[in-house]
């Protein structure tokens, strides 16, 4: 296989013509002698079948349209994987209902009535993050990455704990508790910087994104993590937010016949309660108001003077 | 071996676009020999110029449907493998210097049955290889792609990344070359 290789003959001839004529005969001859000079490599048929058989393995030796339907399920595959990627985890409790929650890493989460929580379908793998809206009692495996609770205004990095965030979007102003049971955790705004850190038995609150968090203060658990055991604690808060844990925790609506009502404050406690209608009759004896069942419900009302 | 023509491979290169294992297969068999034999010039190992030819074929059953039907296939091949070659070079130059260097050109010999005549054949051709060798890369490299694998000067040209006017006047240059060694060793033989 040596004298079929050479360029189209009028090309070969177009380098010959190149040379001044004295030349052109032993430039020709150079030519067709430099062949024999090359040492060939000799590659047999079984290296060749070899070779084959190898290239075969790579590019695959099934039917060609098989490929092509592989490449079309894998890109539908890779489609709907990053959509269910791109939607977290989304775990929810119904009013009236508590739950547990295990998350991929073996933390434990305990939501409190009506609270949201979301992950991401990579949680572990990129980080440990959790966006909560309402209450929610954590106890923190050690792992590999930070394990970050965020709320609508805070955030809160801790690394193996157990922990109370409550925070609910709905209240007026964004504000986020955390209090801590074991362990230490980080507790921020909108700066990472700011931060306090809040050690076992102690509670920060902040108000607002800006600034940094109250500095830790000692807490009262049975107050902030009470509602792990199904009791209710009440410590000076405001009547609307007493309503609207009642809501969540028995599962029906409470109006106000008069939107002042949900401004004065009260502390209160309860075992276990099972029924709303007994701690509604307390609540409204002291405070002089009046309860009427509505059909999802009860409104409180002032009595008529 | 019975060498196909052009034609037959531009008839091969539009049934590999369509995804026809009969034709790679006829190409490969045809065409692997060779492309080892040209790589062995740049590698020197039969196992590394293997793995880059086979490089080439896969790389070539991948890109079957963007082939251009217009270019040459030949070419394809020969731009993939040389590139992939050199690169082994740039990248085990210094570990593997014992293996890839390129062979020694053969010792001058003081057997007279090899001193060269006009009619000594045998002994032209022995020093033509180191002639060869001994010229500068890119003049050797169109020169043997011209001459030992057959391409035409639009190939080469693809191939090495140049215009066909430079591979016209490597070749030229190359020629003129072995036509100066030649006179030279002509004149010291008389």
Request: aromatic letters at 8%; proline letters at 5%.
């Amino acid at each position: 296989m040596t004298d079929h290789s050479e360029p189209g003959k009028e090309q070969k001839e177009e380098l010959f013509k190149q040379f001044p004529e004295d030349q052109q005969l032993q430039v020709r001859r150079l030519w067709n002698a430099a062949p024999k000079s090359a040492p060939r490599t000799e590659v047999n048929t079984t290296e060749v079948d070899e070779a084959l058989a190898a290239v075969y393995q790579r590019i695959g030796t099934s039917g060609t349209n098989v490929w092509k339907w592989a490449a079309a399920a894998a890109i539908i595959l890779i489609v709907a994987l990053s959509g269910l990627l791109w939607f977290p985890h989304s775990v929810e409790v119904p009013n009236g209902q508590t739950a547990t929650h295990r998350l991929p890493d073996g933390s434990v989460v305990e939501l409190n009535s009506g609270t949201e929580l979301q992950y991401s379908r990579l949680y572990g793998y990129l980080g440990r993050d959790i966006q909560l809206d309402g209450e929610a009692f954590f106890t923190v495996l050690q792992g590999e990455h930070p394990f970050r609770v965020h709320t609508v205004n805070a955030t809160v990095k801790v690394t193996g704990t157990r922990f109370n965030v409550r925070s609910w979007a709905q209240e007026a102003r964004p504000s986020t508790t955390v209090t801590v049971s074991e362990g230490q955790v980080h507790f921020f705004g909108d700066q990472p910087s700011e931060y306090v850190a809040i050690g076992a038995g102690q509670q920060s609150m902040l108000t607002g994104s800006a600034g940094s968090p109250a500095s830790p203060r000692p807490a009262d658990l049975e107050e902030a993590i009470g509602w792990r055991d199904n009791n209710l604690v009440f410590n000076n808060q405001q009547l609307s937010t007493i309503f609207r844990e009642l809501e969540r925790r028995f599962g029906v609506t409470i109006t106000l016949g008069d939107p002042r009502i949900g401004n004065t404050v009260l502390s209160a406690y309860y075992s276990k309660p099972k029924n709303v209608e007994r701690v509604l009759n307390d609540i409204c004896r002291v405070k002089g108001l009046l309860f009427t069942p509505t059909t999802d419900g009860y409104r409180i009302i002032k009595p008529p003077q | 071996m019975n060498q196909p023509s052009d034609k037959q491979i531009d008839a091969w290169t539009r049934a590999i676009a369509e995804s026809d294992k009969d034709a790679f297969e006829r190409l490969f068999r045809h065409l692997y020999p060779r492309l080892i034999h040209f790589t062995m010039r740049y590698v020197n190992n039969k196992a590394t110029a293997g793995d880059i030819v086979q490089d080439a074929f896969v790389i070539l059953w991948e890109k079957r449907r963007k082939a251009d039907p217009g270019r040459s296939i030949k070419a394809y091949l020969y731009r993939i493998v040389r590139n992939r070659a050199l690169n082994h070079i740039r990248d085990h130059s210094s570990r593997m210097i014992g293996f890839e260097a390129v062979e020694a050109p053969p010792a001058e010999t003081d057997d007279p049955a090899e001193k060269l005549t006009d009619r000594d054949e045998a002994g032209l051709e022995k020093r033509m290889h180191a002639w060869i060798q001994a010229l500068p890369d890119r003049q050797r490299e169109a020169f043997e792609l011209s001459r030992f694998e057959g391409l035409d000067h639009e190939e080469i040209s693809s191939v090495m990344a140049i215009s066909p006017n430079t591979v016209n006047n490597h070749i030229v240059a190359a020629l003129q070359h072995l036509r100066e060694c030649y006179e030279e060793c002509r004149q010291s033989e008389k």
